[in-house]
């Protein structure tokens, strides 16, 4: 499940399965207390990326920060019901350069993959 809200508008329902963790925050802040830069996720995704910041100690904010990229690699194998307009699409990591990318690649079956867009991981 994401760590962010990615999807525009989910439909409610009170047998809705949820696409945020139901303990999100909980992971982010063990992600900043122990600074991890780097999260990626998978599965029924559109591809997705973002940077997040949180307090490494838990509600310190004049405290020290902790920024993470949070990136979706996408979805390889999901019916076309269950992605709306999105392409079925992965993710690539490309550490062949000073500055780390992320690749996203669209494919059908009926195409080769070809790159749809990059994202440069900048360190910090």
Known sequence: HHLLPIIYREKLALDALYSV????????QWVARHRVDLILH???????Y????RP???????GEWHTFHVAAMG?????QQHRGAEKNM??????SNTIPKLR??????????KQAFSID????
């Open 90 to 95: 992965f993710g690539v990591l490309d550490f």
């Open 104 to 113: 996203y690649f669209e494919f059908d079956s009926r195409t080769e993959a």
């Open 56 to 62: 490494v100690k838990y509600r310190t904010y004049d």
């Open 121 to 124: 991981l900048i360190a910090r």
């Open 42 to 48: 998978g599965h029924m995704h559109p591809p997705y």
């Open 21 to 28: 963790a139901l303990d999100a925050e909980a992971i982010t």
């Open 50 to 53: 973002s940077n997040a910041r």
């Open 75 to 79: 979805s390889s194998g999901v019916a």
